[in-house]
């Protein structure tokens, strides 16, 4: 599911940052995103040029730390209440140290 909402963003021109646990999870994000893309393209429903910007939106990580410069995030954490209960943690403690960094920054 991940892998389609970080799609639909970068296609609409957001830049995008796709976390998974796994280095082979994030590669399997990014293959199947391009695999769709190449299929809108196929239809005529999708340039290359946007295909081609639409993935360059895409940054794939297994570093969860990237996401403290981000200003909106979307879970799509496994239903396993300890994987989204570590998720949600390390999220809360990034965006509240970004928000105090932006918070200086205005002083």
Known sequence: ??????HVFAKGGYNVVLVDVKQSFVDRGLQIISKNLEREV????LTLE??????????G?????????CDFVVE??????EVK??????????????????RDALL
């Open 76 to 81: 799509a954490a496994s239903e396993r209440f």
């Open 61 to 69: 990580t297994t570093d969860r730390k990237r996401l403290a410069d």
């Open 85 to 102: 209960a570590d998720l949600f943690h390390d999220l809360d403690a990034m965006c509240q140290a970004a928000r105090q960094s932006h």
């Open 1 to 6: 599911m991940g892998n389609g909402i970080a």
């Open 42 to 45: 196929a239809k005529n429903k």
């Open 50 to 59: 946007q295909r081609d910007l639409s993935l360059a939106r895409i940054a």
